[in-house]
T-cell receptor
């Protein structure tokens, strides 16, 4: 069974730009959660989508948004990029929901210059 | 107090020894607990999970829960240099929010 895939793997953007990251969950998984990982803050929860509905949202500004499609693929968008948005963005898929066992993708490394 | 706390380490153990990693959580009603391993430059990998009804053993790994003291432990028997990584504890806190809260991780170094 194929694992979680994320594209692109690496991104370099400049301040003020916007970016869209993509995540394809494990086949059959309907839950996709997004996390930001930085050395200083660790893994921080962004939001979770389940069957195309956002079920949970972490404490991030409105510049961070997401959506999920009918095939469970999810996208995350960050608008008006700031230097502090440089991080590893991870998505995780789960069969039953973000409160249960999750399987992470390889991540997208975003660098904002 | 952080909701999920881990000692950042590094925890250094000799090859073949037992490594003991601990994680404390703030919410007494929490029901499920997860351990992830993250190698440098890689994404977290689920090692095992336990629920509030008991401990669990899987190969060289044992996860134990102490509900009274609100901590969960991961024991790695016969530690190998390949076990050197950061171990992340995640808890489904009993907050009504259906999401995992991660600790900051403990870096384990297994010395050959």
């Amino acid at each position: 069974k194929a694992g979680v895939t994320q594209t692109p793997r690496y991104l370099i953007k400049t301040r003020g730009q916007q970016v869209t990251l993509s995540c394809s969950p494990i086949s059959g998984h309907r839950s996709v959660s997004w996390y930001q990982q930085t050395p200083g803050q660790g893994l921080q929860f962004l939001f979770e989508y389940f069957s195309e509905t956002q079920r949970n949202k972490g404490n991030f500004p409105g510049r961070f948004s997401g959506r999920q499609f009918s095939n469970s693929r999810s996208e995350m968008n960050v608008s008006t990029l700031e230097l502090g948005d440089s991080a590893l963005y991870l998505c995780a898929s789960s069969l039953t929901g973000g409160e249960n066992e999750q399987f992470f993708g390889p991540g997208t490394r975003l660098t904002v210059l | 107090q952080k909701e999920v706390e881990q000692n950042s380490g590094p925890l250094s153990v000799p090859e073949g020894a037992i490594a003991s990693l601990n994680c404390t959580y703030s919410d007494r009603g929490s029901q499920s607990f997860f351990w992830y391993r993250q190698y440098s430059g890689k994404s977290p990998e689920l090692i095992m999970f336990i629920y509030s009804n008991g401990d669990k053993e899987d190969g060289r790994f044992t996860a134990q829960l102490n509900k009274a003291s609100q901590y969960v432990s991961l024991l790695i028997r016969d530690s190998q240099p390949s076990d050197s990584a950061t171990y992340l504890c995640a808890v489904n806190l009993y907050t009504g929010r259906r999401a995992l809260t991660f600790g900051s991780g403990t870096r384990l170094q297994v010395q050959p």
